[in-house]
């Protein structure tokens, strides 16, 4: 029973475009949804972040939206970069545990 | 700051035979998290620890896989006897506390077992 779901694998976009990864949840439980990217060989690192009681956050070139009536959030990112090639996952908490639920990643393609 | 520090980078093995895996976390964290990712699936929680105790090991998959964190600094993961099905890339993450959600993750440990 897979609680977070990114259902595209990947993602193909040209430099200087927007890209949008999307993620759903299952789990109206959760509070806490963050964004994390992984290049390969790595582990992955943290992105951004949005606590439940917001719709949106921003942080330079990326923003995450939350609409929580559809358990549904999405990462943006304007302009892509070919650096921000790389797996994008999603993940969620809930407020009275400490572990993360993630999704299962998006591969995120930039193409120059 | 040294980040979280796995080892080894890749291990191979047979079937049957026993891995350990070791993860140091980043000095002052007293979350330190193991995760296991399968074939290109999603990031699995195996377990929690706060300082030296078992948080949460709601997501070890069975008795043949055994966490420990000594002291309350590195941790080691042992599968012992290893299965095909326990191939996969194992990641340790470490945070402050209060800080559990925005995990800081070592770069992980590829286990095969053939």
């Known amino acids: 029973d897979q609680q977070v779901k990114q259902n595209s694998p990947s993602l193909s976009v040209q430099e200087g475009r927007i890209s949008i990864l999307n993620c759903d949840y299952t789990n109206s439980m959760f509070d806490y949804f963050l964004w994390y990217k992984k290049y390969p060989a790595e582990g992955p690192t943290f992105l951004i972040s949005?606590?439940?009681?917001?719709d949106k956050n921003e942080d330079g070139r990326f923003t995450v939206f939350l609409n929580k009536s559809a358990k549904h959030l999405s990462l943006h990112i304007v302009p892509s970069q070919p650096g921000d090639s790389a797996v994008y996952f999603c993940a969620a908490r809930t407020s009275n545990t400490g572990k993360l639920i993630f999704g299962q990643g998006t591969t995120l393609q930039v193409k120059p | 700051e040294a980040g979280v520090t796995q080892f080894p980078s890749h291990s191979v093995i047979e079937k049957g035979q026993t891995v350990t895996l070791r993860c140091d976390p980043i000095?002052?964290?007293?979350?330190l998290y193991w995760y296991r990712r399968v074939m290109g699936k999603e990031i699995k929680f195996l377990l929690h620890?706060?300082?030296?105790?078992?948080?949460?090991e709601s997501g070890m998959p069975n008795n043949r896989f055994l966490a420990e964190r000594t002291g309350g600094t590195y941790s080691t993961l042992k599968v012992q006897p290893a299965e095909l099905e326990d191939s996969g890339v194992y990641f340790c993450?470490?945070?402050?506390?209060?800080?559990?959600?925005?995990?800081?993750f070592g770069s992980g440990t590829q286990l095969s077992v053939l």
């Open positions: 949005i606590s439940s009681i917001k």
């Open positions: 000095s002052g964290h007293d979350n």
């Open positions: 620890f706060v300082k030296e105790s078992k948080q949460d």
């Open positions: 993450a470490s945070s402050r506390l209060g800080m559990g959600e925005k995990l800081f």
